[in-house]
């Protein structure tokens, strides 16, 4: 990345520079980090000077720009009161308020507003040029003002935003910019994602005011507002919209690649092409018969260029430079087609990829919704690709755009979530036919803020999937909204609904399921993903937020019985990819203050897994899918016949041998009542319940797996008098998959039985079971 600011400006204002390093050094000692349960091994570097100062806009790049991060003047104010006339102290920018890194970790609530101040110069070589304050990210509702002159307003937690302070600048000397924020948090139903007053549970600390980069940009009066990017691998091109401010008929836009050479030892040829800017031009790449497409196992990326040109008469002919970025781009394509065997697939460029990785939160101990360092963002994701993950789901949270730089060049597919607010009134349960009712103002905000998402994000390869609602917090006009996304970006996958009230649109028919895993059915035009199973937990002594109340959705005292249970499901989720699973996501990349199903700790200093060892089990899913051989079909949706008992049989009862022609006969599931999963075939009133099955098999499986419904106290399941399985508790409202193949030599050719015990408590009845395999 290119320095802060040129050559030639550096040394017109070197001495303004060395004051304000000066000034840096002298507040440091006025700046440290609050008193926290945890600290991340960043914090540690962590300075006034320091902080943050990587280029912001990776994929939108000029030289020149002034880093405003640092120490801000703050103050907490009543809502309605005007700016204050003195302030609290100091805030660290960008850390927010609620954060240990912003040195002040205060709360600020509804009823307040806090203020920020600080002040800057304009570099002298930056004379004659409009002057850009961009915000990378504020939450929530923000005015600003440039030496007393209102400049614009801003509401959204998320996307960035612009002024064109220009006119507010004096003609020299100082210059004082000035924030007031409010934000409403969850008594709100604007777009939050997990943030709350009173943390617990799943839902974490509140964030309030400047959470990411603040800079200072200078650009011509004419300039380069935008671009969009989009690759075409079957045309192999990439077609380019340049947005400028301006009058486009005045202007040319011009994009130059450089294509790797064809033969060793000669340098890059350069592909160059031209168009009006406002209109999509394309920049073709077929000089080149090996375009290097963007892939987890090959990231590459291509520079760009764009330039801006004042237009040379009425054709499309090129005069003198006005404006100049760079960017870069990956050749991917992502889609939905059949595999050989029928079962919808996720493809990336046309072929079938199996995408697996973590439900990643973003949250920090330290700087909450803001990483500590660029370095420390980027840790996260280097993890992630070391345990052999190919995606990940950012988890109702959108990141700064060097997060995506990072996942860009290191070939991480994302799958994005649309930060939603969950109000408990417009919060959908999974058996609700109906989606709840969002009043209107509401609805343009979380509209306005996903059509940000997607214009700010559009063009980085690595993400391939939007998604809409996460089990129905905020969930309203599905239907409406999954068509307008698919028509915004037909380019990318849609996920209307992540778990819970699936409303049958987008691409997608997505599960939810602790610890599963499991999965919905194979429909004929969505592909079926797990969007979120696992959850194993695990506390480490010394790494914990609170000590008392941490959890997982299942807990462990031991990194081995972690790793044996994890790679149990592991290895039940590669026998789902045969019955047509196309994408799974593990919960989840670190601890996050209550929660200790991370596979790395809060603070990132203890990895729970072998990433090694991760990384090769990993490898396994990626591989040809295997065709499914049914064993014994379930009664998910076809009734299958069993003998059943309610009293207790001989203790034979599990053999071959076994008569049980005085059993009774019905059809499964067998359940107390309905349920909203499936239609109930017998019910089953008392504790216990004995079942018995024949099955014929013409060849034998090297593998043995189980699809398997259980609301029960316990359960054993047996297979020709050998016990297979035991289960306890539940499975959810959906049937788990579970790898039993060490005892696949139990199987005969000809007539095999099946038995199963089950107990049962009050309220808790339920069971269906059947058998399958992937590798035969």
Not at 200 to 224: A, D, F, H, N, R
Not at 587 to 599: A, H, R, Y
Request: with cysteine; aromatic share 12%; hydrophobic share 35%.
């Amino acid at each position: 990345m290119k320095s802060n600011l040129s050559k030639t400006a550096i040394k017109q204002y070197w001495i303004w520079l060395s004051a304000l390093l000066l000034f840096g050094c002298s507040s440091q000692a006025k700046w440290q980090p609050a008193e926290n349960p945890l600290l991340t091994r960043w914090a540690e570097k962590l300075t006034v000077d320091n902080v943050h100062q990587e280029y912001p806009r990776p994929q939108m790049v000029r030289e020149d720009w002034l880093n405003l991060n640092g120490l801000w003047d703050y103050a907490i104010r009543p809502r309605d009161e005007n700016k204050p006339m003195d302030f609290d102290g100091q805030i660290l920018v960008p850390f927010p308020i609620e954060s240990a890194l912003s040195g002040v970790k205060k709360e600020v609530g509804r009823d307040n507003r806090l203020w920020y101040k600080r002040k800057f110069e304009i570099p002298v070589g930056w004379t004659g040029k409009r002057m850009l304050l961009h915000f990378g990210a504020v939450d929530w509702d923000t005015t600003v003002w440039v030496n007393g002159k209102k400049v614009g307003t801003h509401r959204g937690c998320y996307d960035p935003f612009t002024f064109d302070v220009t006119e507010a600048l004096n003609n020299k000397g100082s210059q004082e910019v000035v924030l007031s924020v409010w934000d409403q948090t969850d008594n709100g139903t604007q777009p939050r994602g997990k943030q709350v007053t009173n943390p617990k549970g799943i839902y974490y600390t509140s964030v309030t005011g400047i959470w990411q980069s603040v800079w200072l940009e200078p650009v011509p009066e004419s300039y380069i507002r935008s671009i969009k990017i989009e690759p075409d691998v079957d045309e192999n091109c990439v077609w380019v919209t340049v947005s400028i401010e301006g009058d486009p008929d005045s202007y040319v836009g011009h994009a130059q690649t450089w294509l790797p050479p064809v033969k060793a030892g000669e340098k890059p040829e350069g592909s160059g092409f031209s168009g009006r800017p406002g209109q999509r031009f394309r920049v073709s790449l077929a000089l080149n018969p090996k375009t290097k497409l963007w892939s987890p196992d090959s990231p590459h990326l291509y520079d760009l260029q764009v330039s801006l040109y004042k237009r040379n008469g009425n054709e499309l002919t090129k005069g003198s430079l006005v404006d100049s970025v760079t960017s870069y781009f990956g050749m991917r394509k992502i889609c939905i087609g059949k595999d050989e065997y029928g079962f919808n697939r996720l493809m990336l460029n046309n072929k079938p990829l199996f995408q697996f990785g973590p439900l990643d939160q973003g949250w920090w101990p330290d700087g909450l919704y803001t990483a500590p360092t660029d370095e420390a963002l980027r840790y996260d994701l280097d993890i992630t690709r070391k345990m052999g993950f190919n995606m990940l789901r950012k988890h109702v949270k959108i990141e700064p755009a060097r997060f995506y730089y990072h996942c860009d060049r290191l070939g991480i597919l994302v799958w994005q979530d649309m930060p939603n607010g969950n109000d408990r009134s417009l919060r959908v349960k999974s058996s609700d036919t109906e989606d709840a009712e969002r009043d209107p103002e509401s609805a343009k905000q979380f509209e306005a803020e996903l059509k940000a998402m997607i214009d700010n994000l559009y063009n980085h390869p690595s993400i391939v999937t939007w998604v809409l609602f996460n089990e129905g917090w905020g969930q309203y006009d599905t239907k409406r909204l999954a068509g307008w996304l698919k028509k915004y970006d037909p380019t990318r996958i849609s996920n209307a609904t992540s778990g819970w009230a699936d409303r049958g649109v987008s691409d997608m028919y997505d599960a939810h399921l602790y610890p599963g895993p499991g999965m919905e059915d194979v429909e004929p035009e969505r592909v079926t993903v797990l969007g979120e199973y696992g959850g194993l937990g695990l506390p480490v002594e010394g790494h914990l937020w609170v000590k008392d109340k941490s959890w997982g959705y299942r807990s462990f005292k031991t990194k081995e019985a972690l790793a044996v249970k994890y790679e149990s499901l592991l290895n039940s989720l590669y026998g789902m990819i045969g019955r047509g699973l196309s994408a799974a996501v593990y919960t989840q990349t670190t601890d996050v203050e209550s929660e200790v199903n991370g596979l790395m700790t809060y603070d990132r200093e203890v990895i729970k897994f072998d990433t090694d060892k991760m990384a090769r089990l990993h490898q396994k899913l990626y591989k040809p899918v295997q065709k499914m051989l049914l064993l014994l079909e379930d009664s998910e949706h076809t009734k299958q016949q069993w003998q059943y008992s309610f009293e207790q049989p001989s203790s034979d009862w599990i053999t071959p041998e076994y008569q049980d022609q005085s059993w009774q006969n019905g059809p499964a599931p067998f359940a107390l009542k309905p349920n909203a999963y499936f239609d109930m075939g017998t019910q089953w009133k008392d504790k216990d319940i004995y079942l018995r099955k024949s099955f014929q098999l013409e060849t034998l499986p090297r593998d043995l797996r189980v699809k398997v419904y259980f609301e029960v106290t316990e359960a054993t399941v047996f297979i020709n008098g050998k016990k297979v399985l035991e289960l306890e508790r539940r499975a959810g409202n959906h049937y788990q998959d579970i790898n039993v193949s060490e005892h696949a030599e139990v199987l005969q050719k000809g007539t095999n039985v099946i038995a199963v015990h089950c107990s049962a408590g009050e309220k808790m009845q339920g069971f269906d079971i059947g058998l399958y395999s992937v590798n035969y």
